[in-house]
């Protein structure tokens, strides 16, 4: 079975520049999340899908961030413009509900 | 608002030695609690999810406890080799929800 794919791995913008992160769950996982993780710390959520839908995207910076799932199964989270403060690991996870989450490669993102 | 809490913060041990890495979180109104390894750049890989309604999971040399009652649990590393040197992050959930993530236990196996 395959996993999370993310991409791209690696990603090096300048500030106020947009950024585009997408991901693949694995087949038949109709929950689907975008996390964040700074350096040194935990993960945190960005925005939860169930399907298409938005379950939950209270801590996303709607100023700045935007995601979508359009057909229920890819996503794409895009930034616009970046700033300094969004250098960070950008991960993706996918889950059947209720279950454990599996999670993909992580999209490193260097904002300079 | 559920917090969870990892320590130590980091730890270094010489091979052989056997570990406990410690959680807490706040809210025990979860659904199931998970053990993450995470190598450096590199995405998480789940070691061990316990379900509310037990107290332990194994897998090799590893052992998840958990105490919903008091908000605890611990991950025991049977004799820790070099290859274990890794962040390990404990997450709580309430269901179909998001993980609520400690910031991790960093640590070293030396050989």
């Known amino acids: 079975e395959a996993g999370v794919a993310q991409s791209p791995r690696y990603k090096i913008i300048e500030k106020r520049q947009s950024v585009a992160f997408w991901c693949n769950p694995i087949s038949g996982h109709a929950t689907l999340y975008w996390y964040q993780q700074i350096l040194g710390q935990g993960p945190k959520l960005l925005i939860q899908f169930q399907n298409n839908g938005v379950v939950d995207d209270s801590q996303l910076p709607k100023d700045r961030f935007s995601a979508e799932r359009l057909k229920g199964v890819d996503s794409t989270l895009k930034i616009q413009p970046a700033k300094l403060e969004d250098s960070a690991v950008y991960l993706c996870a996918s889950s059947l509900a209720g279950g454990t989450q599996y999670f993909g490669p992580g999209t490193r993102l260097l904002v300079l | 608002k559920q917090e969870v809490t990892q320590i130590p913060a980091a730890l270094s041990v010489p091979e052989g030695e056997n570990l406990v890495l410690n959680c807490s979180f706040t809210d025990s109104a979860i659904y199931n609690l998970q053990w993450f390894r995470q190598d450096p750049g590199k995405g998480l890989t789940s070691l061990l999810l316990?379900?509310?309604?037990?107290r332990e999971q194994t897998s090799g040399r590893l052992n998840a406890s958990l105490d919903k009652s008091s908000g605890r649990s611990t991950l025991y590393i049977a004799a820790s080799q070099p290859g274990d040197s890794a962040t390990y992050l404990c997450?709580?959930?309430?269901?179909?929800?998001?993980?609520?993530f400690g910031k991790g236990t960093r640590l070293s196996v030396i050989a």
């Open positions: 997450a709580v959930n309430q269901g179909n929800t998001p993980l609520v």
């Open positions: 316990i379900q509310s309604s037990q």
